[in-house]
């Protein structure tokens, strides 16, 4: 217990600030579409009849994961929200006991071990994001925890272990995500690397044999896989080929448009530049995790002989390579691509390790090691101001917040309509009177918060109030000749605003 006491000290850290927070996240754009898809698949498992399913396609047809916020359903049956927040706190927690037991793997040192988990934390991107965000989050976490595996897999030796336990991960990740379907690239890229450096004068002779052995085990890995897809996925399960061919190629050319405000352009989510993934990436990542991870790059050769790094690198490179080679749809910042950012984080922290240990001069380590401490902290206190919205969270080469509002997306998910509709109850709302309210976005994300006298309405011209997020400047759009009551800021910048009727 007491080599582990850093991370033991983390994970208490992180319960309690689960526990004081879960509340305070209000509903995002889909959450309720995602919950009534895992509600109405539980009980198709249960053999339930669904009379109340209001799902806005049938479930047979949804290409999403809906296993885990089926799971999700299971441990909250009265279907709170803030419950689904508190649980969906609780399940990110294996990527950060993944972070940490792969750095003691390696480096046998908690204090190095420890950074794994708290540079991810300090990812306002990622942890910003885990309250609400069940379908990126599950995938990032799954995801992460399959490489994990595919690195102790690579040390046990143990090929029932490595079939059964990559077996059952892929089968997740590929359910949670098509991209998911990229671990077996990556295992057998990683393989073969292993492979090469340890059988480095008899390889040409054994070869054959390596090949054979990795394909049955590959073999078995996807048949389990397919297994776990089969029973997770309904649309998958109810025709497999098929389907699984439609959700590949509507993955690549997902045909959904929106503009996408992107250093001061409304950019196409279907036609988006090349830069779109690099530009979101370098302005929302932390500034020491992105130097730290630049700068890997410039280590790229004596950073390659550690089997970890050259893991999570390989993934790294596949995506960024599939991501310029297909172009595929994009929207709502880089959500879709938040397991590529733990990536970097990931990354950023092993370079990180490699350099204050390997540095002989103690000047310069001294200097990195105050780099990340101080930017760290400013990092800590940005979240702190944030809260309960860290996933707007820009780092200082675009100005933070500020220097980002009006230039990129901010509030996307409308997170903050709860707290809108929470001053509006306690500034405005009287109990004798009925209030007509249009607000912008998801109507569930207001009117989950509505007293039973605020009625929503779509007609403008009679409602008493509205409220409305920034977003692709729909609060001028729609209430122009409307009186501004109210604005939900931080960092001064309006997120959402709340207007009155003159």
């Known amino acids: 217990m007491k080599k582990h006491f850093l991370f033991i000290l983390f994970i208490c850290f992180y319960l309690i600030f689960s526990l004081l927070t879960y509340k305070h ?177 008899e390889r040409l002779k054994t070869f054959g044999q390596f090949v054979l052995k990795n394909i049955y085990s590959y073999l078995f890995i996807f048949a389990i896989a397919f297994l776990v897809t089969m029973f997770i996925w309904p649309n998958f399960g109810t025709n497999p080929l098929n389907h699984l061919i439609d959700t590949i190629g509507l993955s690549t050319k997902y ?21 779109y993934l690099p530009g979101w990436i370098g302005v929302t990542t932390p500034v020491f995790i992105l130097t730290l991870f630049l700068i890997s790059g410039f280590m790229i050769r004596k950073l390659w002989t550690i089997k970890l790094f050259l893991l999570f690198f390989i993934a790294f490179s596949l995506h960024t390579f599939v991501y310029f080679l297909l172009k595929p749809t994009i929207y709502e910042g880089l959500r879709h691509y938040l397991f590529l950012v733990v990536i970097i984080s990931f990354l950023a922290t092993i370079t990180f390790i490699e350099l204050i240990t390997k540095i002989n001069n103690k000047l310069i380590s001294g200097l990195l090691i105050l780099f990340a401490v101080i930017n760290g902290l400013l990092v800590v206190k940005d979240m702190i101001r944030l809260h309960p919205y860290e996933y707007i969270y820009f780092n200082e080469l675009i100005g933070g917040l500020p220097g980002a509002y009006g230039r990129f997306e901010t509030d996307y998910y409308g997170a903050g309509f709860k707290e809108a509709v929470e001053w509006l109850k306690a500034n405005r709302i009287k109990k004798d009177k009925i209030y007509k309210i249009y607000a912008c976005g998801d109507m569930f994300s207001s009117t989950h918060y509505f007293t039973p006298n605020m009625i929503w309405s779509v007609d403008l011209n009679s409602i008493d109030y509205g409220i409305c997020w920034t977003r692709w400047n729909q609060d001028q759009t729609y209430f122009s000749g409307f009186k501004k009551i109210h604005e939900i800021q931080r960092f001064g910048v309006p997120l959402t605003i709340i207007f009155e009727k003159p």
């Open 25 to 201: 996240f209000g509903i995002t754009y889909d959450e309720f579409d995602m919950y009534e898809f895992g509600d109405a698949f539980k009980k198709q498992l249960l053999s339930v009849p669904d009379q109340d399913y209001a799902g806005v396609v049938p479930l047979s047809d949804v290409k999403v994961n809906v296993f885990y916020p089926a799971a999700l359903s299971f441990l909250n049956p009265s279907g709170s929200y803030e419950i689904y927040n508190l649980l969906n706190l609780f399940f990110a927690l294996p990527i950060f006991l993944a972070a940490y037991l792969l750095l003691f793997k390696l480096y046998k040192k908690q204090q190095y071990a420890i950074l794994g988990p708290v540079f991810l934390f300090l990812t306002p991107r990622f942890s910003g994001d885990i309250p609400t965000n069940v379908k990126d989050i599950s995938f990032a976490v799954v995801f992460f925890c399959s490489l994990a595996a595919i690195y102790f897999c690579s040390i046990k030796k143990s090929l029932v272990l490595k079939i059964g336990l990559l077996g059952v991960l892929f089968g997740l990740s590929q359910n949670f995500r098509i991209l998911g379907f990229s671990l077996y690239l990556i295992l057998f890229i990683f393989d073969l690397y292993i492979f090469f450096i340890s059988e480095k004068k």
């Open 255 to 275: 045909p959904h448009e929106d503009p996408i405000l992107t250093f001061g352009q409304n950019l196409i989510s279907t036609r988006l530049p090349w830069y």
